[in-house]
């Protein structure tokens, strides 16, 4: 996994911190995978109860910095991920295709 440096963190109680990410090659309108490690920084628990709770989704975003797909699909967390606990996550991920014939 690739690590990611110092960042900002926002304030609040579901903060995140990004520890660490390994992508698939991404193609456009493939799905891969995306494995994820990130730390509960806010106050709050992290809880997924089926289709509810707190998640993991993404955006794809162009060069600059515009969404491009807003919200993809949602991964739950199997266990609560309470302040302060790390947890790695596998993630589905699709590409976006681009517009045009």
């Keep these: 996994m690739e690590r990611v440096g110092e960042h900002p963190v926002p304030v609040g109680p579901l ?5 660490a990410y390994k992508l698939d090659v991404p193609r ?5 995978k995306a494995l994820v490690r990130l730390e509960n920084a806010g106050s709050a628990s992290w809880r997924s109860r089926g289709r509810e709770g707190v998640q993991l989704s993404y955006h794809w975003l162009d060069p600059l910095g515009n969404a491009i797909v807003w919200d993809g699909p949602r991964t739950p967390f199997p266990l609560v991920v309470e302040p302060g606990e790390t947890v790695g996550l596998e993630s589905a991920l699709v590409a976006p295709r681009p517009d045009g014939s």
Excluded: D, I, Q, S
């Design 28 to 32: 456009a309108g493939v799905a891969g």
């Design 15 to 19: 903060a995140v911190r990004w520890l």
